[in-house]
């Protein structure tokens, strides 16, 4: 668990953040099982409590059905100190290459979210090499 728990307990935090990670496994096209499962995993390592995590991605899900734009989802994360934002931007990454690829339009979603959240060219794509070199082993 790597939130402050005033953070933990704000749920319209907590649902924004999973509508974030939605959106990122829905923008390809194609939410896979497989990346419900890192969104399961990364709630819980947000402090979500298991019973309240299929609660919490119906929520998000509504959410980000009903929302045009990513910035109704970052406006909360880019205030967070840098390591807990570094967490989020590798559990969309995770989400990304679950399926071994990246295409455009989930790269350029990552490269609007660095912008949006204050994280540097470089420790984008650092995370990004990582992440991607372990999702193709």
């Not at 205030?79 to 455009?104: C, F, R, T």
């Amino acid at each position: 668990m790597f939130f402050k728990k005033k953070e933990i307990k704000n749920n319209n935090f907590l649902t924004k953040v999973c509508a974030l990670l939605i959106h990122a496994a829905k923008i390809d096209e194609n939410y896979t099982d497989k990346e419900e499962e890192i969104i399961k995993k990364t709630l819980n390592g947000l402090g979500i409590k298991n019973e309240n995590i299929s609660k919490t991605i119906k929520e998000a899900k509504i959410i980000e059905k009903n929302s045009n734009q990513i910035l109704d989802f970052t406006q909360e994360v880019k205030g967070l100190p840098e390591q807990d934002k570094i967490k989020i931007v590798e559990a969309l990454w995770s989400i990304i290459y679950s399926n071994k690829d990246a295409d455009l339009y989930e790269t350029n979603l990552m490269r609007r979210l660095a912008g949006l959240l204050y994280i540097d060219n470089k420790t984008m794509g650092d995370i990004k090499e990582r992440v991607r070199k372990e999702n193709s082993e």
